[in-house]
């Protein structure tokens, strides 16, 4: 589920939005070494085998696997917010921020699982109206939301 | 006699802010003095390999300052590893018999404050802070917890490593700061990002610094192998593919190729190294680097620290000039600045902070994106 509207242009260019018009991350797949990426690529970076590699949408669970907690940024930037890096299931990792948990290390456990979910940019940065990015919630918490 | 490369003029300018200065002035301090170490003058110079990160054809500039003398230049770029890239370049022309004396200078104009990716992705709006971070204090930060998730690494280590190098920097009168910050101080400081705080953090810095590197022929008929530094390994990397490199940049293995091809070079290993100068960017990164130079076991960076090991007096002391951290940051000049600081303990000239009876000395540089480079050097 997600709450940015309709009409709202993602951010980041590995996004993309299906038919039913629901925003998803775009991967990579190469065949040869089976190694996914965020993104698009031509040849796969891992073991460079030319065009064997495709488009993959990316899964939309995972798990935190590091973070730093933000608290001095660039102008318009929400502060302090939290940039996760996590390993999405089936493959590709993603770096974003993690909301509805508290901006204490103590409270971010390594390995918690979360959901990818799109939502408005405006909730981070103020010029973010009529955008979309992707954001991470604790996996159990946003379950009972939606 | 060998075809063994040796440094036989090496200084650098005090680090500090100089407004008025532009990156090629600054280069031609660096150059004049590291002659002047050596007695020898611009006309002696066969080729020179000059480093900075912002704009090129900045060692032709130089030389409207010290003398145009036509020989080849070369303009380095290579993040923060450009100073250290230069002076491989040099070592390698000269290894390879092409010249017998060059000069490797680095040098940077800085801005001030944190250093920001350019908004490159061709989004719509900046991603900074909307996908995550880039900014440099987050990348580091992750470094860090990613130390701290494998090994339990905690905040009051990582603060430590700053309270070590400003202590040393105390020592060091070409350092920007020569303050002690006592590690509450450290831990109390504005957080920039969890766990980095503001002391945790290099400083923004203008500054120079430049070698003079000879065959060892041309040294031993200049008569000047006295105090000749010789370049034992020189090793350079570029990031292989890791799992999470393209998503959260991975300084650790970049290092470690860079570190197995200097010890290989040089036929040594890590117990042989007496002291060391490495990246300290952000305090975060020392810990994991004493482990991915081999200085400790994987895991153990922490406690080496903890020993005591690393710091003037310890076992394998690291960052004596202070380091980044407290020494400052140019981030092309930093390279060839480190391997001033090892060079001067190599001589027995480095006074007070003089790492007794060294005889073996590390550099290591990273720059993101990534280049590392490491060399290690011995006395002539």
Redesign the interface.
């Given at each position: 589920m997600n709450d940015g509207p309709n009409d709202a242009?993602p951010?980041?260019?590995y996004t993309a939005i299906d038919k039913t018009g629901a925003p998803y991350l775009i991967g990579s797949r190469c065949s040869a070494c089976s190694a996914t990426?965020?993104?698009y690529f031509e040849n796969c970076?891992?073991c460079g085998v030319r065009g064997e590699v495709s488009e993959v949408r990316l899964g939309d669970h995972g798990v935190l696997?590091?973070?730093?907690?933000?608290?001095?940024?660039?102008p318009?930037?929400?502060?302090p917010?939290i940039?996760?890096?996590v390993?999405l299931d089936g493959g590709g990792?993603?770096?974003?921020?993690l909301l509805e948990v508290e901006p204490d290390?103590a409270k971010i456990p390594?390995g918690m699982p979360v959901n990818v979910q799109f939502r408005s940019?405006s909730i981070?940065?103020e010029?973010?109206d009529g955008?979309i990015?992707?954001f991470f919630v604790p996996a159990d918490r946003g379950a009972r939301a939606r | 006699m060998s075809n063994d490369v040796y440094i036989v003029g090496i200084d650098m300018i005090r680090f500090g802010r100089f407004d008025d200065a532009k990156p090629e002035t600054l280069a031609a301090q660096a150059a004049l003095m590291a002659l002047d170490d050596c007695g020898k003058t611009i006309h002696d110079i066969q080729a020179i390999y000059a480093g900075t990160c912002n704009g090129t054809m900045m060692g032709q500039r130089m030389l409207h300052y010290i003398g145009q003398t036509g020989v080849p230049v070369v303009n380095v770029t290579n993040a923060c590893a450009t100073g250290a890239t230069a002076f491989r370049e040099a070592y390698i022309a000269i290894k390879a018999g092409i010249y017998d004396t060059c000069l490797a200078v680095g040098s940077e104009k800085m801005g001030k404050g944190?250093l920001?990716p350019k908004n490159s992705?061709?989004?719509?709006?900046?991603?900074?802070?909307?996908?995550?971070?880039?900014?440099m204090?987050?990348v580091f930060?992750?470094m860090g917890?990613?130390h701290t998730?494998k090994f339990g690494t905690t905040?009051e280590q990582f603060a430590r490593v700053s309270e070590k190098n400003h202590k040393h920097s105390t020592l060091n009168p070409k350092a920007m700061y020569q303050k002690e910050t006592p590690l509450e101080m450290v831990m109390e400081a504005?957080?920039?990002?969890?766990?980095?705080t503001k002391l945790m953090c290099s400083v923004n810095v203008d500054g120079s610094a430049a070698a003079v590197l000879m065959s060892e022929k041309k040294a031993r008929e200049a008569g000047l192998m006295n105090r000749a530094v010789r370049v034992r390994g020189s090793g350079l990397a570029s990031d292989p593919?890791t799992?999470?490199n393209?998503?959260?940049q991975d300084i650790n293995t970049v290092t470690r190729l860079a570190a197995k091809q200097a010890y290989e070079m040089a036929g040594i290993g890590p117990e042989d190294v007496d002291l060391v100068e490495l990246h300290d960017c952000f305090a975060t990164a020392e810990i994991p680097h004493y482990e991915n130079l081999g200085l400790c076991a994987e895991g153990e960076g922490g406690s080496l620290l903890d020993s005591g090991a690393t710091r003037l007096g310890g076992k394998v002391p690291v960052n004596v000039s202070g380091g980044l951290l407290s020494k400052g940051h140019p981030l092309g000049a930093t390279g060839i600045a480190n391997i001033y600081e090892i060079s001067q303990h190599l001589r027995q000239e480095a006074g007070s902070r003089q790492v007794e009876g060294a005889k073996v000395g590390l550099t290591h540089v990273v720059g993101l994106g990534s280049a590392s480079a490491v060399h290690l050097f011995e006395k002539a």
């Open positions: 242009r951010v980041a260019p990426h965020l993104g970076p891992k696997y590091n973070f730093t907690i933000v608290h001095r940024s660039l318009g930037v929400k502060v917010f940039s996760a890096t390993d990792t993603v770096r974003g921020n290390p390594f940019a981070a940065v010029n973010g955008y990015a992707h | 944190m920001v992705g061709g989004t719509p709006i900046p991603t900074e802070g909307l996908t995550g971070s880039g900014v204090p987050a930060a992750q917890m990613e998730r905040f504005e957080m920039i990002a969890y766990p980095l593919f799992e999470r393209l998503v959260m």
